[in-house]
């Protein structure tokens, strides 16, 4: 089993950044893949961007150039910077940890941008 415990998710306005972290622990020597989705109310859920156990990233359309994930797999932990925050960008952000055969989840944090 893998636990993720988030933090970092706040209220910041237009144009502001924010920091968020993930830290996993239990059986993190399994973990492969590790990344971030968000959810804003109606719509579906997607990816943000994601990170593989080597650094190789991936990142959505929508927030490249803006948004920048990192790794410490010493501390377990992922990171999300995100900068230039948009209106748009308002969700819930939910970290994931990738094992071969299964995926975790974080209890998710609330990113809210103002205008």
């Known amino acids: 089993q893998v636990q993720l415990v988030e933090s970092g998710g706040g209220l910041v306005q237009a144009g502001g950044s924010l920091r968020l972290s993930c830290v996993a622990s239990?059986?993190?020597?399994?973990?492969?893949?590790m990344g971030w989705y968000r959810q804003a109310p109606g719509k579906q859920r997607e990816l943000v961007a994601s990170?593989?156990?080597?650094?190789?990233?991936n990142y959505g359309d929508s927030v490249k150039g803006r948004f920048t994930i990192f790794r410490d797999n010493a501390k377990n932990t992922v990171y999300l910077q995100m900068n230039s925050l948009k209106p748009e960008d308002t969700a819930v952000y939910s970290c994931?940890?990738?094992?071969?055969?299964?995926?975790?989840w974080g209890q998710g944090t609330q990113v809210t941008v103002s205008s």
């Open positions: 994931y940890a990738a094992q071969m055969f299964k995926t975790y």
């Open positions: 239990g059986r993190v020597s399994s973990i492969d893949d």
């Open positions: 990170i593989t156990r080597g650094g190789a990233t």
